[in-house]
């Protein structure tokens, strides 16, 4: 029977440098590679536009107010928008803009 090969400490440890050097190389290069796409900004139609103005200012207005733990809420119909600013609103104040 062969006489198996015998590595030092050294070796070991150089090995283990190199596969985690590796590792972190990997992982970084697949989390740059799964950042999304930045999407265009869609454009907003007048009526958006002054809503959301609209909406902007309340906000405003109850922030300076600022009486504690208050709620803010907007009825959901609108005369003169309808449904079609749903999007334009969600997007204008998502969080992450």
């Given at each position: 029977?062969?006489?198996?090969?015998?590595?030092n400490r050294r070796s070991w440890v150089a090995a283990?440098?190199?596969?985690?050097?590796?590792?972190?190389?990997?992982?970084?290069?697949?989390n740059a590679s799964s950042t999304p796409d930045p999407q265009?900004?869609?454009?907003?139609?007048?009526?958006?536009a002054e809503l959301i103005a609209d909406v902007e200012a309340q906000v405003a207005e109850a922030r300076k107010e600022d009486e504690g733990d208050g709620v803010l809420a907007f009825s959901r119909v609108r005369d003169g928008a309808g449904d079609d600013c749903r999007d334009a609103l969600r997007d204008h104040f998502r969080g992450d803009r």
């Open positions: 029977m062969p006489k198996p090969i015998w590595m283990w440098v190199v596969l985690c050097a590796a590792g972190l190389a990997a992982a970084a290069g697949l265009p900004e869609k454009p907003v139609s007048a009526e958006c």
